[in-house]
């Protein structure tokens, strides 16, 4: 296994840049996710490691090797495509052998290494099955255990979950986390899915319109992002705008007046302007009506999402501002219509200047 | 589900009438006595014996059978980089390329033949090559007719292919060659023996363009059968066609096995 560095990588389309100047490393056995929604340049990030796309400029480093130029069958990468792109005319066991046969590994190892392979995904039992006589899941964890068994410098995975229902994601999430572990596999993980990129990752990089906008733990990408696009992309957030009129004092376009932080998300002096506010849902405290402590906002329940686990209440604030607070549960059930008392921390508070 | 009635009322005349000849003259193949006439006196196999005697037959069938297989290996041999390029790239000329290569698909097979054999006097004229007749001028016409159904079967396979598979075997290790050998060429398996036996299938039962190109003494089959009936009509003709439609008809259901037809006619 080996460090991946990323150097300025940029893809150019007649004038449109799918990437513009990407640039990151992900450490030995590292497990780093590209994040971003549709179109942001993340697969094309990726198969510009693999070697399928030629990048305009910038380079792609691999351990000491600088493979810019190497072409992909060289590369040493082990890619699980977003469809698998399994050989429907070989057998399970006939696919993991694929790779080891082009490294003109000799029968004997060859076998035993699909067998460990195939072992590693408990899918030892289907070697002699085709691709299309196993389901979607397994099929998914043959392709990973194909890209694995030619032990790669760097395991690639281009929205690996995509194609699974909703359980089985949740499964096999923790399936190739514990996997990529284990064998201390660097792994860039590819996927819009920001739930997947949170639990399943090291770090993030958030792309947006082909321009990386954050790179962070997962930690770090929701307490402290960087812009607006980063806060609402990763969770959610309630967003009030308006103008700074005073240090610590904004004033929301409807016109309620809030304290805010002095300084902005990246850590500069907040100036009088406009400005965006941002609250995290579960920094939002719901209360009865009648209460004054802390000092609050009256509002009205407007809509109430129940989500099992939490509850998410969107609440519309006596000056207009809309904010949702996700709570763990219902002290007395809240209904659509009731009033109540909404308050938050103001250290809960991100301001961002765009 | 009435359209599905109708289209049924319409079908079953217009198959009755296609069907109809072939009936009767596998039938007719089956009389005993020479002159065809109707109802038949008795019914024998003497027919398929006379015409597995006839000489002319069995070389006829031979010589068919020999350069259907040639023009079909060299067809495929073409229109296989010919249909991977017409699937896979975009470049300039790539429309007309493909309307040139499905082209003798349209001209009628007079027309061709005899474009083919003026061509063919005047190459000879020019380059003092024995072009008129021979028996690489008569693959060549036949290679002609047979890429353009390679060319649509194979293109059928080729768009149903995965092209991640191919990145898939580059990604794991494998150079393009290897990657084409062992990824795309099995891919494709059920178009290449759809095009070969539907390739086979077209030059052995071609008769209006081999007419202008056959030399002296070569005759395919369809030439052989019709020679003879410039002489003689008698169900000998009817058991050779018998033959020929039973072995058309499995190498076409054979096809149809591997690439559905209905996608490709
Ligand atoms: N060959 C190409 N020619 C022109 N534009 C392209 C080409 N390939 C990709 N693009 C554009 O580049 C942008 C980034 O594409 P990319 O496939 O990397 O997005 P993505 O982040 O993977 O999105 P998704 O989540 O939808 O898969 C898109 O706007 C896409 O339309
Ligand atoms: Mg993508």
């Known amino acids: 296994m080996s460090r991946l560095v990323v150097s300025g990588l940029t893809k150019i389309y007649g004038n449109f840049a799918a990437a513009k100047d990407v640039s990151f490393e992900v450490g030995e056995g590292e497990l780093v996710s590209l994040l971003g929604p549709s179109g942001c340049g993340k697969t094309t990030t990726l198969r510009m490691i693999a070697g399928f796309i030629t990048p305009t400029r910038g380079s792609v480093t691999i351990g000491e090797d600088d493979v810019t130029r190497i072409a992909p069958w060289s590369r040493n990468t082990g890619m699980v495509f977003q469809n698998y792109a399994l050989f429907p005319h070989m057998t399970v066991a006939q696919n993991v052998a694929f790779g080891l046969?082009?490294?003109?590994?000799?029968?004997?190892?060859?076998?035993?290494?699909?067998?460990?392979?195939?072992?590693?995904?408990?899918?030892?039992?289907?070697?002699?099955?085709?691709?299309?006589?196993?389901?979607?899941?397994?099929?998914?964890?043959?392709?990973?255990?194909?890209?694995?068994?030619?032990?790669?410098?760097?395991?690639?995975?281009?929205?690996?979950?995509?194609?699974?229902?909703?359980?089985?994601?949740?499964?096999?999430?923790?399936?190739?986390?514990?996997?990529?572990?284990?064998?201390?596999?660097?792994?860039?993980?590819?996927?819009?899915?920001?739930?997947?990129?949170?639990?399943?990752?090291?770090?993030?990089?958030?792309m947006e319109g082909g321009v990386v906008q954050q790179i962070g733990t997962p930690r770090e990408l929701?307490?402290?992002?960087?812009?607006?696009?980063?806060?609402?992309?990763?969770?959610?957030?309630?967003?009030?705008?308006?103008?700074?009129?005073?240090?610590?004092?904004?004033?929301?376009?409807?016109?309620?007046?809030?304290?805010?932080?002095?300084?902005?998300?990246?850590?500069?002096?907040?100036?009088?302007?406009?400005?965006?506010?941002?609250?995290?849902?579960?920094?939002?405290?719901?209360?009865?009506?009648?209460?004054?402590?802390?000092?609050?906002?009256?509002g009205k329940v407007e809509f109430v999402s129940y989500l099992g686990s939490r509850i998410d209440v969107h609440v519309r604030l006596a000056t207009g501002e809309a904010v949702i607070s996700t709570l763990r549960d219902l002290a007395e059930p809240l209904s659509v219509g009731d009033p109540c008392h909404v308050s938050w921390a103001d250290a809960s508070v991100t301001a961002f200047t765009a | 589900m009435s359209g599905r009635v109708l289209l049924r009322a319409f079908a079953a005349p217009g198959l009755t009438i296609v069907l109809l000849p072939i009936v009767l003259v596998s039938w007719l193949a089956f009389f005993s006595q020479e002159i065809p006439s109707f109802p038949p006196e008795?019914?024998?196999?003497?027919?398929?014996?006379?015409?597995?005697?006839?000489?002319?037959?069995?070389?006829?069938?031979?010589?068919?059978?020999?350069?259907?297989?040639?023009?079909?290996?060299?067809?495929?041999?073409?229109?296989?980089?010919?249909?991977?390029?017409?699937?896979?790239?975009?470049?300039?000329?790539?429309?007309?390329?493909?309307?040139?290569?499905?082209?003798?698909?349209v001209i009628p097979g007079v027309v061709l033949g005899a474009a083919l054999y003026i061509f063919e006097v005047q190459a000879e004229k020019t380059t003092d090559l024995p072009l008129i007749g021979s028996y690489a001028g008569l693959v060549i016409g036949h290679v002609l007719i047979v890429i353009p159904w390679c060319i649509k079967l194979l293109g059928v396979s080729l768009s149903g292919l995965d092209r991640g598979i191919e990145e898939a075997a580059m990604n794991l290790g494998a150079k393009p060659w290897t990657t084409f050998?062992?990824?795309?060429?099995?891919?494709?398996?059920?178009?290449?023996?759809?095009?070969?036996?539907?390739?086979?299938?077209?030059?052995?039962?071609?008769?209006?363009?081999?007419?202008?190109?056959?030399?002296?003494?070569?005759?395919?089959?369809?030439?052989?059968?019709?020679?003879?009936?410039?002489?003689?009509?008698?169900?000998?003709?009817?058991?050779?066609?018998?033959?020929?439609?039973?072995?058309?008809?499995?190498?076409?259901?054979?096809?149809?096995?591997?690439?559905?037809?209905?996608?490709?006619?």
């Open chain 1, 101 to 206: 046969e082009m490294r003109r590994i000799g029968g004997a190892e060859v076998r035993e290494r699909v067998q460990s392979a195939l072992q590693m995904v408990r899918l030892d039992h289907l070697a002699d099955r085709y691709p299309r006589n196993i389901s979607g899941g397994q099929q998914q964890r043959v392709a990973l255990a194909r890209a694995v068994a030619i032990r790669p410098r760097v395991l690639l995975l281009d929205e690996p979950l995509s194609n699974l229902d909703a359980k089985l994601r949740e499964q096999v999430r923790i399936e190739i986390r514990t996997l990529q572990q284990e064998l201390k596999l660097t792994t860039i993980m590819v996927t819009h899915d920001q739930d997947e990129a949170l639990t399943m990752s090291d770090r993030l990089i958030l």
């Open chain 1, 222 to 298: 929701y307490n402290r992002p960087r812009s607006r696009f980063v806060a609402d992309f990763v969770g959610q957030s309630s967003f009030i705008e308006g103008e700074v009129v005073a240090p610590g004092q904004f004033r929301s376009i409807q016109g309620a007046l809030l304290s805010c932080p002095e300084r902005d998300a990246s850590g500069a002096t907040l100036n009088t302007g406009k400005a965006t506010l941002a609250i995290r849902p579960e920094a939002i405290r719901l209360g009865p009506a009648a209460e004054t402590a802390p000092p609050g906002h009256a």
């Open chain 2, 42 to 105: 008795g019914h024998s196999l003497r027919w398929f014996s006379a015409a597995f005697s006839e000489r002319k037959f069995a070389s006829g069938f031979l010589l068919s059978a020999e350069i259907a297989a040639l023009s079909t290996a060299i067809g495929l041999a073409v229109s296989i980089p010919a249909a991977i390029a017409l699937q896979r790239f975009r470049f300039r000329g790539r429309g007309t390329l493909g309307s040139i290569l499905l082209f003798p698909l």
């Open chain 2, 181 to 265: 050998r062992r990824i795309l060429l099995p891919g494709i398996r059920p178009g290449l023996v759809a095009a070969s036996l539907f390739g086979f299938v077209v030059s052995f039962g071609n008769l209006e363009m081999t007419l202008f190109l056959v030399g002296p003494g070569q005759s395919t089959l369809p030439i052989a059968i019709m020679q003879y009936l410039e002489w003689k009509v008698d169900p000998t003709i009817a058991a050779v066609s018998v033959v020929q439609i039973v072995l058309i008809g499995a190498a076409l259901l054979l096809t149809d096995r591997y690439v559905s037809l209905s996608r490709v006619v």
